[in-house]
């Protein structure tokens, strides 16, 4: 469970997201739309306690933002799936290692991570390519390797944000169906796009956030 109460969130002076409440449950999807700049990747991190609020509160999974600790903060991020605007692939490794790095990285048995990294991997439709360098796959397939490595822990949440950024429109329905169908397997996703387009297509909560304001429009 997500909960937003009274949050504004200021990078210096300059208030970025005003008096923020909002409740997400698990399994919701909601699609967070706004012009570029106006605060969705804020946004989300506000939601991985990336930022305190300057006023109000959250609370993620258990964790509030008063009182997490800086320890409880990577757990946080552990529990959550994140893809990045800018996410990086190593290139240097193949796609199997780039979903399993997430898992080493938190001490988990061999053969625990190899099940969790293959069924993330079909998850995403990618076994196949598995030996692969990033480099080798096109654009939406790299896009799949990030999602697969969000997915990979098995989180509540699927915090996405812009994940069809650099992908042409047929690859970014792609995505996007994928990003569905992960929604109707159970897991919450929170999904930022500049591309109120896409949000005509998706089912769920849709939000927009305008001057500051974070509004809730008409579910579709
Ligand atoms: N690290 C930062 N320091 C200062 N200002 C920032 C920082 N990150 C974002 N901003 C500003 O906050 C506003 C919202 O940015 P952002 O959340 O990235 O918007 P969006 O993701 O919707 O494009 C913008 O005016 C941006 O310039
Ligand atoms: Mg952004």
Known sequence: MITITNASVAYGSHLVLRDITLQIKPGEFVLVTGQTGSGKSTFLKLLYMGMDPVKGSVSVGGYHSASITTRQKALLRRSLGIVFQDHRLFDDRSVYDNVAFALEVT??????????????????????????????????????????????????????????????????????????????????????????????????????????????????
């Open 107 to 220: 001490g988990a048995r061999h053969r625990d991570i190899q099940r969790k990294v293959l069924h993330a991997l079909g998850d995403v439709g990618l076994s196949h390519q598995r030996h692969r360098k990033p480099s080798e796959l096109s654009g939406g397939e790299q896009q799949r390797v990030v999602i697969a490595r969000a997915l990979v822990n098995s989180p509540v949440f699927l915090l996405a944000d812009e994940p069809t950024g650099n992908l042409d429109p047929a690859t970014s329905r792609e995505i996007l169906q994928l990003l569905a169908a992960i929604n109707m397997g159970g897991m919450g996703v929170v999904m930022a796009t500049h591309n109120a387009d896409q949000a005509g297509a998706m089912r769920g909560r849709r939000m927009v956030i305008e001057e500051g304001v974070l509004r809730e429009l008409p579910a579709c």
